[in-house]
């Protein structure tokens, strides 16, 4: 596959923000590619955690909730909790995602583009097949192509290397913990030789 000027820019900011650009490549299109089905069962399971607290307090969730923690069965809380658990789990998941995706569709070379080939080909519920992607597009087979992989690698710099560091820098200001994640230690080591270099 050709190299593009975007795809030299792209790589340059890998270089840039040190990442591993084949890594963070295939690491992006693997959460990409499930991302659906993560979106899909969290949906599942606020349903279901909501016809449960319909079934016990009709519509006032609070009634619902202190019932099913306090005074549910054994089983049946536990099954609750971990619910609940998976979907606060996957929300950040989801979130880190959506903050990519806006990153993308701000980058000045076809950001929108990248944006809409990533939001049809993962984001989107509806799935599409080759030829409605491309007709909806407007592209050429080879041109979708080039410009896919080039709009995975920027999701894999916006999210590894904007998205993420902004929410370990949240984190760390609100609980004054730090991130065991050895990406996030190696980032910092970088700053703080950058800063030492400033002096």
């Known amino acids: 596959m050709r190299v593009t000027r975007t795809m030299r820019n792209i790589s340059l900011m890998y270089e840039g923000m040190n990442l591993d650009e084949e890594q963070v490549f295939h690491k992006s299109k693997l959460l990409l590619d499930i991302y659906r089905d993560v979106v899909w069962k969290t949906l ?72 809409e080939i990533l939001s049809n080909c993962y984001i989107n519920s509806n799935t599409l097949n080759e030829h409605e992607l491309l007709e909806c597009l ?43 994640n050895s990406f996030f230690k190696k980032e910092d080591e970088i700053q703080t030789q950058c800063e030492l270099s400033a002096y």
């Not at 080039?150 to 894999?156: D, N, P, Q, T, Y």
């Open 44 to 115: 599942k399971e606020v349903e279901y955690i909501k016809d449960v607290c319909e079934s016990y307090y009709s519509n006032d969730l609070n009634a619902a909730l202190t019932y099913l923690s306090d005074f549910a069965p054994s089983e049946q809380r536990a099954d609750f909790k971990d619910r609940v658990s998976y979907i606060f789990e996957t929300s950040w998941m989801i979130e880190l995602i959506d903050t990519a995706m806006i990153k993308i569709y701000d980058y000045p070379v076809h950001g929108k583009l990248y944006h």
């Open 138 to 180: 407007l592209m050429e087979r080879t041109s979708f192509y080039v410009r896919k992989k080039e709009a995975i690698k920027l999701f894999g710099v916006a999210l590894w290397g904007y998205a993420l560091p902004k929410y370990k820098s949240v984190l760390t200001n609100n609980f004054g913990e730090e991130d065991n």
